[in-house]
């Protein structure tokens, strides 16, 4: 990026006259650097905000606000363990359906297709992360549950056996920390795909050429010359997805049951951190249950903030393995 | 590179487009707000808005005052009042002593201005006829101990009525709200043993069940689950047209809910009141022969003491003329109106309100 910079502002000092362009420069630079400390100050003040709401909450409620699973406003326990149990499961529920087929439509679209298919499936694809999630929630109540209750829970459970596991157990009722998972897959599946295809397509030809070249098979030039190559993007673009999953709040609020419970069964109701606070935001009076759903509001801001750090620390670590 | 750079416009472009139209809500909102044109601001609950806004627009063509409502909630209702930032609130369950302790303004009044009621529906696939159930199968259903349809108690209850041997999925609302509280006042009064156990409030810790964002979301997870039963309000159930339980009621009656059961209720509950009430009251399991058990006021909330006189006269103004005009709208939108002889007692607290001088 700084090259091409450099390299404009070159042409410019050529072409324009040099006072000029210094003053340019130098409005330029202080508007660019306005602009890149508003973002950071703009999350310190997020911060600070949602952690001094929440405040009275953390001091007398300590660490249960995130170790107790007693949610019962009229009695006063905010116990929000059942929430950060389902963010997470539910998001990883998401990323292990989601990333084998985002990485392998990027797979496709980067290394089979025929040119002119890549541009209309890479558009559809990119199409599903413009859907509103209401969308998502609505297609989810009126399509996706009806199916996963006649269907695939009965077939999961009773015909492939699963039901001996407990991830796999109980009643099916359709509204599941199982469905919550599923159409958090398809709405990070293009964020991971997307990603995932530019940096398949950015792995350099001589790359590809040098494995045909010892002989691979396409198959094994894709595994051992372009998968390495594009790791830390790809590994990026999962993250990223993450974090779409971790903070998606009204379509899992439309699908996950909202009860607050812990259960291994995947078919079993949930409840996510988000969908607990867009439920109870609007009506809550007494001020320590408005301070412990902000005290839930700055756990899930902890626990995005970690996960964009330890994205960092991945892609980071994997691209200084390959420069070694 | 380019495809990327498009979808990445394209998410933009989306986003945009959203942030623009929220900003331009609430532009006009607050423009709405801070013109000369608008003469009350009131806020509050949601359930009475669809009566409410029709009230407003009569009103400002009757009497010219223009009053713009945001239906932000019940407890957005009581904060901005407690605030002071609107002229009246609206909620769906009276003030605590506490949160009227915080209000900045003073004493608050409460002014009951239509009722309305929880009903019970289900969905029993081959039930021949509608359901009767009590408060006792009705907290033990939603407690859990009641699991199957062709339980004993509910069976009991329903002779003549072939109830199948399915289990029982409930399903209660997810966000705090008026209609949990009233039928948690419900159960709790009904049922002394719920009271202890789960108790009541605008959410409560469900011992079973799912639970679903607002009375369309309980109603459609109702409707396409064989076996679900829930609550929702009246005014939603008649609109649209879901089978509703009859409930038994203090006199032994089982009573089917309706509009004019609901204003029994009150008029029940009015004969017990004391003269100086100040009407924070539940009418749940109200005495009387036809009163339907599960039904509530809903109340606007104003300060007793108006700083602002022409203000204050505005409200009282329209207060007035809610309780005998407005009324008479209540029903044809499903809302059960006041007794006529509860109104003319409200009107006396309504004069109660001081203006500054």
């Not at chain 2, 000369?36 to 627009?57: E, N």
């Not at chain 2, 705090?176 to 810790?205: C, H, M």
């Not at chain 2, 003329?321 to 209540?330: N, P």
Request: hydrophobic share 50%; aromatic share 8%.
């Amino acid at each position: 990026m700084t090259s091409i910079t450099a390299r404009w502002l070159e042409r410019d000092r050529r072409t324009l006259r040099v006072n000029i362009a210094s003053v340019g420069d130098r409005v330029y630079g202080i508007v660019t650097t306005i602009c890149a400390l508003v973002i950071p100050a703009l999350v310190v003040a997020i911060a600070v905000a949602i952690f001094a709401a929440a405040w009275p909450a953390i001091a007398r409620l300590g660490l249960s606000i995130v170790t107790s699973s007693d949610w019962d406003v009229p009695g006063g326990h905010f116990g929000a363990a059942p929430a950060l149990y389902g963010t997470l499961v539910s998001s990883v529920v998401a990323l292990i359906i989601a990333t084998p087929l985002a990485i392998g439509v990027a797979i496709f679209l980067s290394e089979f297709s025929p040119t002119w298919l890549r541009q209309p499936v890479g558009f559809l694809v990119d199409l599903l992360a413009a859907i509103p999630s209401v969308v998502y929630g609505l297609w989810g109540i009126f399509v996706l549950t009806p199916l996963l209750r006649e269907h695939v829970m009965p077939f999961l459970r009773d015909t492939l056996h699963l039901g001996a596991t407990p991830f796999f157990t109980g009643p099916a009722y359709g509204p599941s920390m199982l469905a919550a998972g599923l159409i958090l897959a398809i709405m990070a599946l293009p964020y991971i795909s997307a990603v995932s295809r530019e940096v398949l397509l950015a792995v350099p030809r001589s790359q590809r050429e040098a494995a045909l070249a010892l002989a691979a098979t396409r198959w094994e030039m894709i595994r051992d010359a372009v998968i390495p190559y594009a790791r830390s993007g790809i590994i990026g673009g999962i993250m990223l997805g993450l974090g779409r999953a971790l903070g998606e709040t009204m379509a899992v609020m439309m699908l996950i049951g909202n009860s607050p419970k812990i259960s291994a069964s995947l078919f079993a109701p949930g409840y996510t951190m988000a969908s607990l606070i867009a439920n109870e935001f609007s009506e809550a009076t007494n001020d320590l249950h408005l301070s412990a759903l902000m005290a839930v509001g700055a756990a899930l801001f902890l626990i995005t903030l970690i996960v964009n750090a330890v994205a960092r620390w991945l892609v980071w670590s994997v691209s200084r393995d390959r420069a070694k | 590179m380019r495809a990327l750079k498009a979808a990445a416009l394209m998410l933009l472009a989306v986003a945009c487009a959203k942030e623009s139209a929220n900003n331009s809500q609430t532009a006009s909102s607050t423009a709405s707000t801070t013109s000369g044109s608008v003469d009350l601001t009131g806020a509050g609950a949601t359930f009475p808005y669809p009566l409410y806004s029709r009230w407003f627009s009569e009103y400002a063509r009757e009497a010219g005052v223009k009053i713009n409502y945001q239906s932000i909630g019940s407890g957005g209702g009581i904060r901005q009042l407690s605030e002071g930032t609107v002229d009246f609130g609206a909620s769906d369950s009276p003030m605590s002593d506490d949160e009227m302790a915080k209000a900045k303004g003073g004493p608050i009044i409460h002014i009951p201005t239509v009722l309305g009621a929880v009903v019970i529906t289900y969905n029993i696939p081959g039930a021949s006829a509608p359901l009767t159930l009590t408060g006792k199968a009705i907290a033990d259903i939603f407690s859990g101990k009641i699991t199957k349809w062709n339980d004993a108690r509910i069976t009991s209850l329903n002779p003549g009525v072939t109830l199948p041997a399915t289990d029982i999925l409930v399903v209660h609302r997810s966000d705090g709200s008026g209609t949990t509280y009233i039928f948690t006042d419900y159960l709790s009064r009904a049922v002394p043993a719920w009271n202890s156990t789960v108790g009541k409030g605008k959410e409560v810790k469900w011992p079973v069940g799912l639970g679903a964002k607002g009375n369309e979301a309980v109603a459609g997870q109702v409707k396409q689950t064989p076996g679900a039963i829930g609550y929702v309000e009246l005014a939603y159930a008649k609109q649209n047209n879901l089978p509703t339980a009859a409930i038994q009621n203090k006199a032994g009656k089982a009573i089917v809910p309706s509009v004019s059961a609901v204003t029994a209720a009150a008029a029940g509950a009015a004969k017990t009141l004391p003269a100086n009430t100040d009407y924070r009251i539940s009418i749940v399991d109200a005495p009387g022969a036809d009163s339907y058990p599960i039904s509530s006021f809903t109340w606007i909330l104003v300060y007793q003491n108006q700083g602002d006189a022409v203000k204050g006269k505005k409200v009282v103004d329209f207060l007035n003329w809610a309780l005998t005009k407005g009324e008479a709208d209540a029903a044809a939108l499903d809302y059960a109106p006041l007794p006529s002889e509860m109104a003319s007692k409200v009107k006396e607290k309504i004069a109660a309100v001081r203006l500054a001088q």
